[in-house]
């Protein structure tokens, strides 16, 4: 039904910058919004932010508000991630998500629908 890809993971240096994409497919008018998730070694999935298919509505988790900036581009189907500032504690394996909810809950992996494979991050220091 959707389909989502998730790439730009890679090493990058304390205080460095890297872009994460997410490539779309298949019914994706039926989504009400993607997210990205990161779940590190020894870790449980969390959430990190959501957009709506809108894109009028977006929540950053605490620990990256300020530094991560997530968007969207319709045309081509993608949401990317935007991290600045990054830190060795946002190492991860970085996932997106797509969900067909009405908007509540959307900060919860319960909320999606389809999942990417992931992308790894490393922050070196």
């Known amino acids: 039904q959707v389909q989502v890809v998730e790439s730009g993971g890679g090493l990058v240096q304390a205080g460095g910058s890297l872009r994460l994409s997410c490539a779309a497919s298949g019914r994706t008018f039926s989504l009400y919004a993607m997210a990205w998730f990161r779940q590190a070694l020894g870790k449980e999935r969390e959430f990190v932010a959501f957009i709506t298919w809108t894109g009028r509505i977006t929540r950053y988790a605490d620990s990256v508000k300020g530094r991560f900036t997530i968007s969207r581009d319709n045309a081509k189907n993608t949401m990317y991630l935007q991290m600045n500032s990054l830190k060795s504690e946002d190492t991860a394996v970085y996932y997106c998500?797509?969900?067909?909810?009405?908007?509540?809950?959307?900060?919860?992996?319960?909320?999606?629908?389809?999942w990417g494979q992931g992308t790894q991050v490393t922050v070196s220091s």
């Open positions: 998500a797509a969900s067909r909810s009405n908007g509540y809950g959307l900060d919860s992996i319960r909320a999606y629908d389809y």
